[in-house]
């Protein structure tokens, strides 16, 4: 069974018009419904061997989907400190779409982490002039320099400080104790309650560290819970649910923006994206 959900996710990731293996997908969920099943986030290894298997055309699929989010993730960062970040995470950093976009503004360590060591062998391909979705005609420059300063396999929820920033290894850390900016482009897809995933963002930043996430769109009156699965295989959330995961987490609401992350059978897809900065202490200055 695990095999053939599989499969079916791959295909309907990949080919949003692959009609058969949608409607196969949509009943194999249909048996799953509960909420142990349906609701709770995809298992690692699942996920890991999900994104492996189609990882040598993710970077082409999306672009034949008109995929925003990486774009978007960086205008949102840029546009908040225009004079730049110490340091990022790029959480679920696939293939480095997004770490493309914020590569201009992190003056110190880039730091990529993704649950499918094939993702992360192509963006350790990427540098500064080529790869991470670049294309050829637009390379102003022959820098060999990598795009990020540490790639590292691991599921989200188990990331520390220790295990990424840390074991960079590089002159640009600047002593620094925890990121001042965690991006997760698309990646809380994956997710069903955001509570845990986001203590762990939080656990990771510093005071007064931005956060900037998308996710799939969803109404309180299709998700009671606050999220959903959908015959895609992939959650949708409420802006309710994020909201309340991020406060809880420590996090205060930037900003809020209703987006169409990709096309999708022609269609445009219902999303959104979120910019928090994590609460300071109170005895911290302004």
Known sequence: RENAENA??????????????SDLLADLLEQDSSEDGAHKRKPKEFVAELFDSFADTFDSKLNSLDYKVPGLVGEAAASLRPSGYLNALDGGCGTGLA??????????????VDI??????IARKCTLSGGCGFEESKI????????????FAMDLEEMTIANTLQLTGVSRMNNATAFDLVVAADVLLYFGRLDAILQTFASVSLPGGILIFS??????????LGFRLLSTGRFAHTKEHALEAAQKAGFQLVKYQEIVPRMEKGEAVRGFLFTFELSRPQNDEL
Do not use: W
């Not at 079916?8 to 293996?21: C, G, I, K, P, W």
């Not at 499918?116 to 062998?121: A, F, N, P």
């Not at 102003?140 to 300063?149: H, K, Q, R, T």
């Open 116 to 121: 499918s060591q094939k993702m992360l062998d």
């Open 140 to 151: 102003s420059s022959e820098s060999s320099e990598p795009l990020y300063d540490g790639l």
């Open 8 to 21: 079916l996710r791959n295909s309907v990731t990949l080919d949003a018009t692959h009609n058969q293996a």
């Open 215 to 224: 996710c799939e769109r969803t109404s309180n009156e299709e998700a009671p």
């Open 99 to 112: 770490g493309r976009f914020l590569r201009p503004l992190v003056t110190g360590p880039l730091i990529g």
